[in-house]
């Protein structure tokens, strides 16, 4: 379950973490902070930026070094040791940036930064990259009129088919909404994020269990052809329990209308 408790809020908004939580606020088109079970996200242009894991006393850091093996060494042996605590990474925080600016250069993400533009443009999005135990993760958590909309991002012109096609993610998704333990776990994780954000000011609505009425499956294909035999032949075998629509919007098209679905 996603949740972060009172003491690590406030010392995001007013602690040795404010730093962090200001500059997500004031660069809200490259940088989003999600919540976590313990634990936070900072994400930068779809790639995680930093981990920040709340401990008995204090809070851990942790910035992936791999983003600095572009180079000479300098960058990655400098990042790869800093000291575990909140200055030393204020003090990086513009340098683990720029480099992970030159590794977007060199292993283009195209579907993280548009799942990142998603996020920016669709104040809707409570959550993404949803882990389900070891079981699967979900892409995006979209609540929307009192529906719950499990969203499952496909960006580009690759297979819609097979072991991680539409039909087989659909099968999987179903699965776990119809385990009520974890359809529980589910639904409160929206509810304690959307919270959370709340009192961090990174959003203006607060979804109580009882504001979700139902639970949908969204099927995002950005780029995709809608007359596709593909797609269709996918469709076909979706005869699952849960209600499921599709999208398919332009590449550039980063507002999500439910209308269209």
Not at 31 to 40: A, D, K, P, V
Not at 137 to 157: A, C, P, Q, W
Not at 171 to 189: G, P, R
């Amino acid at each position: 379950m996603r949740h972060i408790n009172t003491r690590f809020v406030d010392d995001l908004l007013h602690g040795e973490l404010a730093y962090f939580l200001t500059q997500v606020k004031n660069n809200r088109t490259k940088l989003s902070l999600e919540i976590r079970n313990g634990y936070i996200n900072i994400y930068y242009k779809g790639g995680n930026l930093l981990k920040i894991t709340q401990k008995r006393t204090g809070y851990s850091f942790f910035f992936d070094a791999k983003y600095c093996r572009h180079k000479n060494g300098q960058s990655f042996d400098l990042l790869n040791n800093l000291p575990d605590d909140a200055q030393s990474y204020k003090k990086h925080f513009s340098l683990m940036m720029q480099e992970m600016d030159q590794w977007f250069e060199e292993h283009a993400k195209p579907e993280r930064d548009y799942q990142h533009q998603l996020l920016v443009n669709n104040p809707e999005i409570v959550d993404i990259e949803y882990q389900i135990g070891r079981r699967m993760r979900l892409d995006m958590l979209m609540f929307f009129e009192g529906r719950l909309l499990i969203v499952e991002n496909k960006y580009g012109t690759g297979a819609i088919g097979g072991k991680a096609g539409v039909a087989e993610h659909y099968k999987d998704i179903c699965e776990v909404l119809q385990d009520a333990k974890l359809l529980d776990e589910l639904q409160d994780s929206v509810s304690y994020i959307s919270q959370a954000k709340y009192a961090l000011g990174l959003t203006n609505t607060v979804i109580d269990r009882k504001d979700i009425k139902k639970v949908e499956i969204l099927f995002l294909l950005a780029n995709y052809n809608p007359n596709s035999q593909s797609l269709q032949n996918e469709v076909a075998k979706m005869n699952g329990a849960v209600p499921a629509s599709i999208l398919l919007p332009e590449s550039d098209q980063t507002k999500i209308d439910l209308t269209q679905a």
